[in-house]
């Protein structure tokens, strides 16, 4: 299973953050077969909640014709067709800003890598203390084990501190 989570918090065209989602995910299409599409949630800025929430998601693939490389660098190139700016790059207090749109490649089946090219690293390490990913991907695909943990979804949402997010 390939999976990738989806957030944003920033209007790109006139177009607010769900419909970013939405023609994100419908960009990811071809990406593999048997996408799956989550509903969408809504989850507190992080670090800092003054910020304007995010909308989130997360779809899934059961095969895919990309290496992990290569789907790295394809969602890259589609977060910057959304307006992406990388300015965390010139000023690193800017890591978390407001952003267009966020694609992470959370699991690639089941494969592990620590920095990995690109600073890939598989599966995401802060998967299981997200609950903005854990959700969506709870609604897709609730039978997913972590390849290095092997908690399921479920384990990992109740090993959660809080869940903020909720489904919009």
């Known amino acids: 299973m390939i999976i990738i989570a989806l957030g944003s918090n920033k209007s790109f065209c006139g177009q607010p953050p769900g419909e970013i989602i939405v023609k994100a995910m419908n960009a990811l299409a071809d990406f593999g077969t048997g996408q799956k599409r989550s509903g969408l949630y809504l989850s507190p800025a992080w670090p800092d909640p003054s910020e304007p929430p995010y909308v989130n998601a997360v779809t899934a693939f059961d095969q895919s014709h990309h290496t992990p490389e290569e789907m790295l660098a394809a969602l890259h190139t589609i977060e910057d067709g959304f ?32 920095n990995g090219p690109n ?11 997200r609950d903005f990913v854990l959700l969506p991907l709870q609604d897709i695909v609730p039978s997913w084990q972590h390849p290095e943990s092997s908690l399921s979804v479920d384990e990992m949402i109740s090993a959660l501190p809080q869940v903020t997010a909720t489904r919009i």
């Open 119 to 129: 600073g890939l690293h598989l599966p995401h390490p802060a998967l299981s203390r």
């Open 83 to 114: 307006g992406r700016e990388r300015a965390y790059r010139q000023n690193p207090s800017l890591r978390y800003a407001p952003r267009t749109l966020d694609l992470d490649l959370i699991a690639f089946h089941g494969e592990r890598r620590a």
